[in-house]
């Protein structure tokens, strides 16, 4: 089967194919949406990996928004919004999370659930074992597309389809190194009736994360940091990013996406509780020139509940 999307020229100057979007989850035995992309994943780690959940050691609360490829009609928008904290002192963390992820006439809803246990390896290291369960509501407006020829599998939208999953994850951490390994949804999911000529499966996406603080002087920390992500049918994406914390407050740094984009970012301390994340992408690929792509675009608000002062004395740049 195949599906050729077009849309309208957008004020006589831009031609804008949605097919490169959908073509993954309509082609027969495709494979559905992938996990949603961050740029600033080092201050959302909770999305990618349950075992951070509680991990900061107070409650913490983070809302992002991405919107990919700007001035392309239909590119993929991302909002998420996370809680977690520990629970007791029994080495528990747990945490809620929801993403929305819409490309084109779809969109994509994640409510996960994420459970914590963390044990003590020395005097700072810390091990933490995550399990995350979650529910995908997909919807498809097959109704919006201008197709090429009229296909009898597209014909009906898809509403609050329901599928759940599960995952997990591995995290450990000092107070100057992290590392960690995480599938976050395990399970392949068919968002498709088996009787469907169109069927579309979600793959597990595996990812690898690790970081480390250096202290160039009392004033100034910098921290390299790398996500690793592979899922099958995919190329293998690396993020490699480098931050410079100035005065606990300012944060100034850059990103490269191996083979797809340069990203900016700067951070701002607002106060003990609040920080404000921006990040900007360039694409290094042929879209990147597109007259119509004026690149990516982050913004990341988090809030940290401390239960005491003595929190705030040296406070995690992760």
Request: proline share 3%; aromatic share 14%; no cysteine.
């Amino acid at each position: 089967m195949e599906l050729r999307i077009r849309n309208s020229l957008w004020k006589g100057s831009k031609i804008l194919l949605l097919g490169i979007f959908l073509s993954i989850s309509t082609i027969n035995d495709g494979y559905a949406q992938q996990d949603a992309q961050y740029t600033q994943y080092l201050y959302n780690t909770v999305s990618v990996n349950p075992a951070y959940a509680g991990s900061r050691g107070h409650l913490s609360l983070a809302g992002l928004h991405r919107s990919q490829w700007v001035g392309l009609e239909g590119a993929p928008k991302t909002q998420t919004f996370n809680i977690h904290s520990p629970i007791g002192y029994r080495g528990v963390g747990l945490g809620f999370s929801v993403v929305n992820d819409a490309i084109g006439p779809t969109d994509e809803t994640n409510f996960d659930v994420d459970f914590s246990y963390t044990i003590y390896t020395s005097l700072e290291g810390r091990l933490s074992f995550g399990l995350k369960a979650s529910a995908n509501l997909l919807d498809i407006r097959f109704s919006e597309l201008n197709q090429v020829g009229p296909d009898v599998t597209l014909q009906q939208d898809i509403q609050n389809r329901l599928s759940p999953n599960v995952g997990a994850g591995i995290y450990y951490h000092t107070q100057k190194f992290y590392a960690g390994i995480s599938v976050p949804r395990i399970l392949e999911t068919s968002h498709f009736d088996e009787s469907s000529l169109s069927t579309a499966r979600e793959q597990a996406n595996y990812y690898f994360i690790t970081g480390y603080v250096f202290d160039v002087n009392p004033f100034l920390k910098f921290k390299p940091t790398l996500l690793t992500k592979a899922v099958q049918g995919a190329p293998l994406q690396v993020d490699v990013s480098a931050n410079f914390l100035f005065n606990e407050k300012f944060v100034l740094g850059a990103a490269y996406r191996w083979n797809a984009a340069l990203s900016g970012l700067v951070g701002f301390q607002i106060s003990s509780e609040f920080f404000l994340g921006l990040a900007y992408d360039r694409e290094t690929t042929a879209l990147g020139g597109a007259i119509f792509n004026d690149g990516s675009f982050e913004v990341l608000l988090r809030y940290d509940l401390f239960k005491t002062k003595d929190n705030l004395k040296s406070p995690r740049f992760f």
